[in-house]
């Protein structure tokens, strides 16, 4: 058998997740076990009750991946696993999940990095061509990343403070969303008009660095002096006024970066990648750029799965970038 099967497993966060992916751009099964009903009540993710959550759920998705593939632990090429980012005792889920199954049936472990692996759901739309350029938006991570090569990622810019899903799900609770706040704070958006007018933070610096914090104090400031004077306050544009200005730093610094770097790819990828008023923005500014292709992660990858990790995994197989029963998990792991 030619092809090349590897078994992928995700559990950094709130998601327990194992695929199985062909030769890595099939993929064969994407099981994704959610934690976020147990975490909604806390409003975020408590890392202790996320780490249970795994523990109770790692052996059915890896049972139900397999089943769902079609295939056996004997049909498998390699293991990979999600090592860092993310919750140290939720990390460890994953990684002694991946060792056993590793070590059991004699197959090679490859460690991936939780945000090239948002990066590399593209490759379900397309193969990556370099240099790329990739604008990573999730709930922990705001970067502008240059790849000159496979296997190669610069930060060439990133947020001083919040994350911008971090920033939806904070101003979300404000407005008594549950978390995530992203996804319903995006619907309102589009229902209303930009009548606040919050500051674009860095948004004229000569870098490709982002700022959120002050945008959210704004918000928070807005919503509680008209609590206060007895006011209410379209939820619609208050939305609407904050994705305006969380878009509009995005896309400004995005078009700076394709700017200075020729590249030949534009990815947009993260959790806030489903963002709709940030795809369509995107969708928009490309325009001006007729020699780079603008690759936005599928709708259902862009939220944290095995399947992009499978991706990632499967540039580190052909490297042959393998490790032992060393791997440990890595909570603040870089580039
Ligand atoms: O990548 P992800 O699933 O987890 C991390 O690795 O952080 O990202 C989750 C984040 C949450 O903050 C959530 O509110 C945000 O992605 N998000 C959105 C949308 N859908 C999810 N933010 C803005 N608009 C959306 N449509
Ligand atoms: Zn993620």
């Given amino acids: 058998n030619e092809d090349t099967l590897i078994l992928a497993f995700e559990s950094s966060c709130d998601e327990t997740s194992v695929a199985v992916i062909k030769n890595g751009q099939e993929i064969l099964s994407n099981i994704v076990a959610t934690q976020i009903k147990s ?26 991946s397999l089943e769902q593939a079609g295939v056996d632990y004997t049909d498998l090429s390699a293991v990979a696993v999600t090592y860092g980012p993310g919750l140290v005792g939720a990390l460890l889920v994953g990684v002694t999940a991946a060792k056993t199954v590793a070590f059991a049936h004699g197959l090679p472990l490859i460690p991936v990095n939780h945000m090239a692996g948002h990066i ?14 990739a604008l990573l938006v ?4 705001t970067e502008l990343v240059l790849m000159n090569e496979p296997g190669k990622f610069e930060i060439i810019g990133e947020t001083r403070d919040d994350a911008a899903g971090e920033a939806y ?7 008594g969303i549950n978390y995530p706040a992203g996804k319903e704070v995006d619907r309102l958006a589009h229902i209303g008009t930009d009548t606040f007018k ?21 918000f928070i400031n807005t919503v509680h002096h008209a609590d206060q004077i007895g006011e209410t306050l379209s939820r619609e544009n208050l939305a609407c006024s904050f994705q305006q200005a969380v878009v509009d730093v995005l896309a400004d610094k995005t078009k700076k970066a394709l700017q200075k770097y020729p590249v030949k790819q534009l990815i947009l990828a993260g959790g806030v990648a489903a963002n709709k008023g940030l795809r369509d923005r995107l ?9 780079v292709t603008f ?20 540039v ?20």
Avoid at 169 to 175: A, N, P, T
Avoid at 283 to 289: A, L, T, V
Wanted: hydrophobic share 35%.
């Fill in 169 to 175: 799900d904070k101003i979300g609770r404000v407005m």
């Fill in 295 to 314: 690759i936005k992660a599928p709708l259902p990858l862009c939220g944290d799965n095995a399947a992009m990790i499978g991706a990632e995994a499967y």
């Fill in 39 to 64: 975490h909604q009540r806390f409003g975020g993710v408590v890392p202790e009750v996320a780490s249970r959550h795994h523990i109770e759920q790692i052996t059915s998705c890896i049972d139900d």
């Fill in 138 to 141: 999730s709930g922990g991570h």
């Fill in 283 to 291: 969708d928009q500014e490309i325009q001006e750029f007729p020699n």
């Fill in 120 to 133: 590399y759901a593209a490759r379900y739309v397309q193969p990556i061509e370099f240099p790329a350029l």
């Fill in 316 to 335: 580190e197989y052909q490297r042959k970038n393998f490790v032992g029963a060393k791997l440990n998990a890595d909570p603040s792991l870089e580039f």
């Fill in 198 to 218: 919050f500051p674009r933070a860095m948004d004229k610096t000569d870098d490709f660095d982002f700022s959120f914090s002050g945008l959210k104090s704004a």
